[in-house]
């Protein structure tokens, strides 16, 4: 079974940058896709990014694009979310998940198979 497990969370300022780390155990992680996804108090999950299994395809929200870079080493079986000129209204517990290759291109919480526990972004002066 596929257990993951953020890491990289913590205080930053407005405009500053961020980098989480999602490490998987238990299966291969090439055999996945990675999604990043956010959740704020009161709101619902969003879908931020997503990276194919050899990472020749990258999607993201409009609300990061530009500012966020997905990547992933699978001979590490970790995925990475780079956060740059962040915002306040970006502080959420960020997860990574896990799908399988053919559902690649959806944002869809619904649509991830494996989940990390999350991690706590604060974005605050």
């Known amino acids: 079974q596929l257990q993951l497990v953020e890491s990289g969370g913590g205080l930053v300022q407005p405009g500053g940058s961020l980098r989480l780390s999602c490490v998987a155990s238990?299966?291969?992680?090439?055999?996945?896709?990675i999604g990043w996804f956010r959740q704020a108090p009161g709101k619902e999950r969003e879908g931020i990014s997503i990276i194919s299994t050899t990472s020749s395809l990258t999607k993201y929200a409009g609300s990061v694009q530009g500012r966020f870079i997905i990547s992933r080493d699978n001979a590490k079986n970790t995925a990475y979310l780079e956060m740059n000129s962040m915002k306040p209204e970006e502080t959420a517990v960020y997860y990574c998940?896990?799908?399988?290759?053919?559902?690649?291109?959806?944002?869809?919480?619904?649509?991830?198979?494996?989940w990390g526990p999350g991690t706590q972004v604060t974005v605050s002066s």
């Open positions: 998940a896990a799908t399988f290759p053919h559902v690649y291109g959806s944002l869809h919480a619904g649509d991830f198979e494996s």
């Open positions: 238990g299966r291969t992680l090439d055999n996945y896709v």
